[in-house]
């Protein structure tokens, strides 16, 4: 009964390879996230999406593209990996924040994906 | 912009004497503050948030965290650490705009010595 689950936990590939990470939420959150935590720990948001609408899209690069099939489930996708992709991947969740008026929830995140690129 | 500063990187404390992580925050409107931990290989956990009222807020595992509006702090704080406390601790503010992406700062080692 996992509230956010990721798979794979770990992911070793070549440079240049195409790549998918999923995540699923059983929690009923509207709203999913992507981050990214690189090898000091920083975390920055990649995207967010809600009701299955992209809402977030930060200054990533185009190799990167969520996918949102339905609003318990976002994917990613990279494209033509490069070493500097190597990082964990963290997926998270909440709760609609437009139907309380925009107060930003509480975020569930999954266990997170080790990617490295060789 | 919206930022989350915490000014030590790493902290090593004795079992058993408190502990206080220290957080600051930019961020022009109420802000919606959180402490997460991350264990060794794992993914965050909430330990509290503070989204208005009283400003000593309690979270799991016994910490707590007290907002000072005129300090823009929101520091952590445990009376007696426990050697399983040892982790990462992230400060962040969620803010008030299209997609609420908490802000992360770059976090707190701790460390438990016996």
């Known amino acids: 009964d996992t509230a956010v689950s990721q798979t794979p936990k770990y992911l070793v590939t070549q440079m240049g390879n195409d790549k998918s990470i999923k995540c699923e939420q059983n929690?009923?959150?509207?709203?999913m996230y992507w981050y990214k935590q690189d090898s000091k720990k920083f975390l920055k948001i990649m995207f967010s999406?809600?009701?299955?609408?992209?809402?977030i899209n930060e200054t990533v690069p185009n190799r990167f593209s969520p996918k949102s099939p339905d609003k318990a489930h976002l994917n990613l996708h990279i494209n033509s990996l490069e070493l500097g992709d190597s990082a964990v991947y963290f997926c998270?969740?909440?709760?609609?924040?437009?139907?309380?008026?925009?107060?930003?929830?509480?975020?569930?995140f999954g266990p997170g994906t080790r990617l490295t690129v060789l | 912009a919206q930022s989350v500063t915490q000014p030590d990187i790493h902290i090593t404390v004795s079992e058993g004497a408190s502990l206080e992580l220290r957080c600051n925050y930019s961020?022009?409107?109420?802000?919606?503050l959180f402490w997460y931990v991350q264990s060794p290989g794992q993914g965050l956990q909430l330990l509290l948030k503070?989204?208005?009222?009283?400003?000593l807020v309690q979270g799991i595992k016994g910490f707590e965290a007290e907002f000072k509006r005129s300090q823009s702090s929101f520091n952590l704080r445990k009376p007696s650490v426990h050697w399983s406390d040892a982790a990462e601790y992230f400060c962040?503010?969620?803010?008030?705009?299209?997609?609420?992406?908490?802000?992360f700062g770059k976090g707190t080692t701790l460390s438990v010595s016996s």
């Open positions: 929690l009923g959150h509207d709203t």
């Open positions: 503070y989204f208005s009222g009283d400003t």
């Open positions: 961020y022009g409107a109420t802000p919606y």
């Open positions: 999406y809600n009701n299955k609408e992209l809402i």
């Open positions: 998270a969740s909440s709760q609609d924040w437009g139907g309380r008026g925009y107060v930003p929830d509480t975020q569930y």
């Open positions: 962040a503010v969620g803010v008030r705009q299209a997609g609420t992406a908490l802000i």
